[in-house]
């Protein structure tokens, strides 16, 4: 925005000023007023409405206007050299001169040594008012003499019919002072921007901010501050200690050095810093700062999830999960009122019965949901690295380690939810130190000494009972009572196998449409082949054979009913199981007792056959331990 000037003056100083400023080059707006004192009020509406950035007038109107604008107003310099080149003008027409100037011009030299020197018949005219001044060259008049000064005394020279000589040398005059103007201007906005930019900082910030003087008077406040401390009004001027009560007082001002201090103030934690005020090497106020610890924890935990957590979200939902049995909606219910609280969960299902969707449809149902959510398969890990993963290290904590060290998963969990699965796996070493993390919830780092506090939410999932590992020796009884406190155990497949018909459908119309709409008419036979099948595997089995069965199938030729269910029965593998399960013969005994300790025997040793003897496999499907197993296995006499 260009520089704008407004330049005001009587009617024939106008005239010329007209005139010399038309040639001034267009980096600057000027503006001509023809006015002269009160003449000049009606004209201020029109510079402040046009945002005129300086007044040029001569003193007179100076002397009133200051009074009553903001704008910025500087006079047309009088200086020795246009009085001295004045009265060499005057002296072609009289010896005889008077100098008219107002009460408030300043006379830097004294002039009376030129009456001698030159022979002149010299004399100042001073006035208040316009109407004094024409009264004292009227009385000049008789003399007839020649009279220096503004164009006021001038044009009552004119009227007298007396000789008038210019004060001041109009064109260079007008000219410096605009000069002048341009610089104050230049000046002045480069002051006005650096404080428009530090009002901006200043009340940008989230740290409260409160400067004080020698007195203890507040100075400065920002937005911050008082809303922080709960302040209304205008405080600049006030004491103080006036905003604090008497305990808050001696807390916060009477303390000379704050340092990072935790202070307690109308319920809230503040951190309180007060650094002094030093005006040559003296004290000239005190600024304290204060910030919200609440905020300060928000602002960690978003540096946290946008540098360290990110992309470890949870993406499933409860209305995700399909489902179409009443004990998965009773599951579901329930998972819903755990996620309303900070409990730790424990989870327990086989291998692909869906453990995880549940843990991440908690979290996104808690009021964590903002917050990481972190997952790690406890049995995927060798424990030594899984405990660099959940603990993180220092630097040089053993070799190969990172050399900046690195933060563990428990840590950058912080305000969200960790997900432990297949807790069951882990050693009895390890299951010690992670008791602390649930009990304390703080992580001391591989290699370190320092405590870290966390702000975590805990689900763990075991895909075998823990109460079972427990007496086995093979769980901490104090570990799993601390897991042990909400608790969800999701049914195998064989167990709810009527979700196996929206499982399918579900997944088939995900994956391919119009393989779906092809085998609508006869969806429910394929269905119950699937309905079927024992599914150790669980739902991860389920899609596994979805999957081949999509691959498989010849979408670019029609395919018969009896084709379509054949083909779903190669994709499913289970030739070998039917044979095995066909050969099932129960024997009836003479008694009772005899009778199901038989059936137990066949149906236990067809299980371990279609398992092909590998009891660890079978001990998981049939969820329980496998020193149960063996157990069982030796009762029953199967080799």
């Known amino acids: ?163 008038n000589i210019l004060i001041y040398s109009l064109e260079n005059t007008i000219l410096e002072a605009i000069n002048r103007a341009i610089e104050i201007i230049d000046f002045n906005r480069k002051e006005e921007k650096k404080a428009k930019e530090f009002e901006a900082i200043f009340h940008s910030v989230s740290d409260g901010i409160l400067a004080t003087n020698e007195e203890n008077e507040i100075t400065l406040i920002n937005h911050s501050a008082s809303k922080l401390l709960s302040l209304e009004g205008n405080k600049i001027g006030k004491k103080v200690e006036s905003i604090f009560t008497k305990t ?107 453990k995880e969707l549940f843990a991440q449809s908690i979290h996104n149902y808690s009021n964590r949901n903002n917050s990481p959510f972190v997952a790690i398969n406890c049995g995927a890990l060798p424990e030594n690295l899984l405990e660099s993963e959940l603990f993180g290290y220092e630097d040089g904590a053993f070799t190969g380690a990172n050399k900046k060290g690195k933060k563990g998963l428990f840590e950058i969990a912080h305000n969200g939810t960790i997900f ?50 427990v007496k086995e020796n093979k769980f901490r009884k104090d570990l799993y009572y601390r897991l042990n406190v909400l608790k969800i155990h999701i049914p195998p497949l064989r167990n709810r196998i009527d979700d196996v018909l929206p499982l399918a459908k579900q997944f088939i119309l995900d994956n391919n449409k119009s393989l779906y709409y092809s085998t609508e008419p006869f969806f429910k036979s394929l269905c119950d082949i699937l309905s079927g099948y024992h599914y150790p595997g669980n739902i991860r089995e389920l899609y596994n054979i979805l999957e081949r069965f999509i691959i498989l199938y010849p979408s670019n030729e029609e395919i018969a009913k009896e084709s379509c269910l054949q083909l779903l029965k190669e994709c499913m593998e289970i030739d070998n199981e039917s044979n095995i399960r066909s050969k099932i013969q129960i024997p009836i005994m003479e008694s009772y007792k005899d009778s199901v300790f038989e059936a137990d025997k066949v149906i236990l040793s067809t299980f371990l056959e279609m398992f092909n003897g590998n009891k660890g496999r079978l001990a998981k499907n049939l969820g329980i331990g496998r020193t149960t197993l063996y157990r069982k296995l030796k009762e029953l006499n199967i080799e």
């Open 1 to 163: 925005m260009k520089p704008k000037i407004a330049i005001l003056g009587y009617k024939d100083f106008i005239d010329l000023t007209k005139g010399i400023i038309k040639n001034i080059n267009n980096n600057v707006t000027i503006d001509v007023y023809q006015c002269l004192l009160e003449e000049c009020l009606e004209v201020l509406p029109i510079l402040t409405e046009e945002q005129t950035d300086i007044i040029i007038t001569g003193r007179a109107n100076q002397q009133l206007l200051k009074q009553i604008t903001d704008i910025p107003i500087i006079t047309f310099k009088i200086t020795a050299i246009d009085i001295l080149s004045a009265i060499k003008k005057a002296l072609k027409h009289s010896n005889h001169i008077a100098i008219a100037m107002a009460k408030f011009e300043e006379i830097e030299y004294d002039y009376s040594i030129l009456v001698d020197l030159l022979d002149l018949n010299f004399e100042f005219i001073t006035y208040n008012t316009q109407d004094e001044l024409e009264t004292k060259i009227k009385g000049f008049a008789s003399s007839n003499g020649t009279v220096i000064g503004t164009t006021v005394a001038v044009n009552y020279a004119k009227k007298y019919n007396l000789n």
């Open 248 to 354: 808050d007082h001696q807390n916060i001002v009477s303390k000379k050095i704050l340092n990072d201090e935790l202070i307690e103030y109308n319920n809230t934690t503040f951190n309180v810093n007060r650094v002094p005020i030093m005006v040559k090497e003296s004290k000239a106020g005190n600024v304290t700062i204060f910030q919200d610890i609440t905020e300060i924890q928000k602002l960690e935990q978003k540096y946290r999830y946008e540098t360290e957590a990110k992309g470890l979200i949870a993406k499933t939902s409860f209305n995700q999960i399909i489902y179409q049995t009443p004990i998965m909606k009773k599951n579901i219910e329930k998972a819903k009122r755990y996620a309303q609280t900070d409990s730790t969960i424990l989870i327990i299902g086989e291998t692909g019965t869906g």
């Open 420 to 469: 432990l699965d297949e807790i069951n796996s882990v050693s009895l070493h390890f299951q010690s130190r992670l008791l602390r993390v649930l009990q304390e919830r703080e992580v001391v780092k591989i290699g370190g000494s320092k405590v870290i506090p966390v702000n975590i939410r805990v689900i763990a999932a075991a895909n075998e009972d823990l109460s079972s590992l």
